[in-house]
Each structure stands twice: as structure tokens, then as C-alpha cells.
């Protein structure tokens, strides 16, 4: 058994996923449009140049989109992708990188469990907390 997000976007999914590609590390190893689907072309056709659905390897997970009309498609309100660092720095960069054009629920900040430490939503509507854990022992 394997457990996977599925994040949906409102339009954005591709430049978030090649912003995850890039920043991150990530792969991205499909997009599809929904231009692309096979049989005949249904919805609205200026989605067809939108996300039907997308697949990114990063942080040895998958992590698939897609990007989905308004309504139904709000932001991620509760729940977050927990991206685990191995060093400060690493911590550090990548706050940076997820913090520009987003907004900070918690900077980033050393803790009783965590050197470093952030909750945040990016410009892309995701929830990520960052963390560079202490050993516990």
C-alpha cells in the first residue's frame, strides 16, 4: 500500500510543479492537459490548455495535481505537506524560495524539537511546514 497527495490548483498546477521541479528538486514525470485527453474534447476549451493531471517525484513521494475550475476548487485549509531537511541551510533555502510571494503562519525559527522550523502557504496555495529535526534520544 502506498499513500500519495493529490493537490488540486486553480489554474496554476504546471508553473507550480516546474517551481517545485526546479526549487525543490523534484521530477516531474507526467503532465497531461486536458486538450490532450483521449476521445472527444469535453468541459470548457479554455481549460484545455490546464492540468488534468500531473505527477511529481520529490522528497521520495509522489506528489500528483491537477488544476480544476472555481468552484469547486478552493486553497488547502488544513492540511500540510511536511517536507523534512537535512541541514540548516538546506532549511533555510528552502523557506526562502516557498516563503517569496506566499504568507507565513510561522517563521522560521529554532525549536525544542526542530533546529529549524516554518508553517507557510506558498504562492501557489499550498501548505508546507518545513522542519530540520533535533536528534531525539
Known sequence: MTLNTYLNFGG?????FRFYEQ????????IMNHGQAPG??????????????ARIELG?????????PSPPFEP????YLSLSLDSI???????????EGGKVAMPMAETF????????RDKFGVLWM???EKPMG
Request: aromatic share 8%; charged share 20%; net charge negative.
Open 89 to 99: 541551510e538546506e532549511a533555510e533555502r528552502v523557506y526562502a524560495v516557498l516563503s
Open 113 to 120: 524539537f526542530a533546529h529549524r522550523f516554518a508553517m507557510l
Open 23 to 30: 526549487n525543490l528538486g523534484g521530477k516531474i514525470t507526467m
Open 60 to 68: 521520495g513521494t509522489a506528489l500528483y495535481g491537477a488544476d480544476i
Open 76 to 79: 488547502v485549509r488544513s492540511a
Open 12 to 16: 496554476n498546477c504546471a508553473e507550480a
Open 40 to 53: 472527444p474534447a469535453q468541459g470548457d476549451p479554455a481549460w484545455a490548455g490546464k492540468v488534468l493531471h
Open 130 to 132: 518545513l522542519l530540520n
